[in-house]
């Protein structure tokens, strides 16, 4: 099992960015597939990127690519999500999650963790 906790989240003006961080404990991190995932308010959860075991590879959706990055320290047990040229609509609750399936992960229903979720909200 692997425990997961979200921060950086906050208020940001459009076209500003955020570092999110998702730090896990428990056990051994590198064994998981992670990805990052958003919920606004009244929508579904949404995919938004995903990363391997290795970090060797990555995948985003339409509406974050080239603006997103995911990347992992697995020495330091950290997930990380870059976020630049944020827009209103990227308003949402970002959540980590861990994935035990061995290869990168778009789906929702294929994550066995999940964190409490932060929340980035911004303005325009």
């Known amino acids: 099992q692997v425990q997961l906790v979200e921060s950086g989240g906050g208020l940001v003006q459009a076209g500003g960015s955020l570092r999110l961080s998702c730090a896990a404990s428990g056990r051994t991190f590198s064994s998981y597939a992670m990805g990052w995932f958003r919920q606004a308010p009244r929508k579904e959860r949404e995919f938004v990127a995903a990363?391997?075991?290795?970090?060797?590879?990555?995948y985003y959706a339409d509406s974050v690519k080239g603006r997103f990055n995911i990347s992992r320290d697995n020495a330091k047990n950290t997930l990380s999500l870059q976020m630049n040229s944020l827009k209103p609509e990227d308003t949402a609750v970002y959540y980590c999650?861990?994935?035990?399936?061995?290869?990168?992960?778009?789906?929702?229903?294929?994550?066995?963790?999940w964190g409490q979720g932060t929340q980035v909200t911004v303005s325009s």
């Open positions: 990363i391997s075991r290795s970090g060797g590879s990555t």
């Open positions: 999650a861990a994935s035990r399936f061995p290869y990168l992960q778009t789906h929702r229903d294929k994550y066995d963790y």
